[in-house]
T-cell receptor, first 111, second 114 residues
Framework: LAKTTQPISMDSYEGQEVNITCSHNNIATNDYITWYQQFPSQGPRFIIQGYKTKVTNEVASLFIPADRKSSTLSLPRVSLSDTAVYYCLVGADYNFNKFYFGSGTKLNVKP | NAGVTQTPKFQVLKTGQSMTLQCAQDMNHNSMYWYRQDPGMGLRLIYYSASEGTTDKGEVPNGYNVSRLNKREFSLRLESAAPSQTSVYFC?????????????FGQGTRLTVV
């Protein structure tokens, strides 16, 4: 199982772009990279998933370099409502039957 | 769509009491999961069920039992509650298994054992 390392916390201000990097040096060939968001008193919510290069949806972008040993979640123009914990997960479908969450990154957006 | 529904939302137990946490999903998903989250911590997998009729231990299974009653329902039982089991419990479900599928989470059950 590929272990992930993220910063414990980050601060930002409203309107800024936030980049959260996740390190996964032992990522396997078939592993996907997935990010979840968790607000206080709620269950985690899927944000974005990718395998290589760049993925973008209406919420965020995910950048994955060629060696795939790290990934960066980019949140454009954050608002106070983006204050949450962000989790990076790495795994594949056929050899991992579960999701493992680390401690995540606590993003605090200030006015 | 209700998604993943957990009951109860809050519960206080005395040490040694037993209880069952209920979880149901209406998305026809094959896989279901139970996690616990302690204050300020990430989620830890207790048990999971890759498909109806199968269950497997996760990272922290001691003190818990599970039942995959049917495709929709996955219950978590505490036979003899201990203060160390005070936590927020989340149930989740996914179409496939593992790291490439999207998991959907319930709102959680906040359990306090005194």
């Amino acid at each position: 199982l590929a272990k992930t390392t993220q910063p414990i916390s980050m601060d930002s201000y409203e309107g800024q772009e936030v980049n959260i990097t996740c390190s996964h040096n032992n990522i396997a060939t078939n592993d996907y990279i997935t990010w979840y968001q968790q607000f206080p008193s709620q269950g985690p919510r899927f944000i974005i998933q990718g395998y290589k290069t760049k993925v973008t949806n209406e919420v965020a972008s995910l950048f994955i370099p060629a060696d795939r040993k790290s990934s960066t979640l980019s949140l454009p123009r954050v608002s106070l409502s983006d204050t949450a914990v962000y989790y990076c997960l790495v795994g594949a479908d056929y050899n991992f039957n579960k999701f493992y969450f680390g401690s995540g990154t606590k993003l605090n957006v200030k006015p | 769509n209700a998604g993943v529904t957990q009951t109860p939302k809050f519960q206080v137990l005395k040490t040694g009491q037993s209880m069952t946490l209920q979880c149901a999903q209406d998305m026809n998903h094959n896989s279901m999961y139970w996690y616990r989250q302690d204050p300020g911590m990430g989620l830890r997998l207790i048990y999971y069920s890759a498909s109806e009729g199968t269950t497997d231990k996760g990272e922290v299974p001691n003190g818990y039992n599970v039942s995959r009653l049917n495709k929709r329902e996955f219950s978590l039982r505490l036979e003899s509650a201990a203060p160390s089991q005070t936590s927020v419990y989340f149930c989740a479900s996914s179409e496939g298994q593992g790291g490439y599928t999207e998991a959907f989470f319930g709102q959680g059950t906040r359990l306090t054992v005194v």
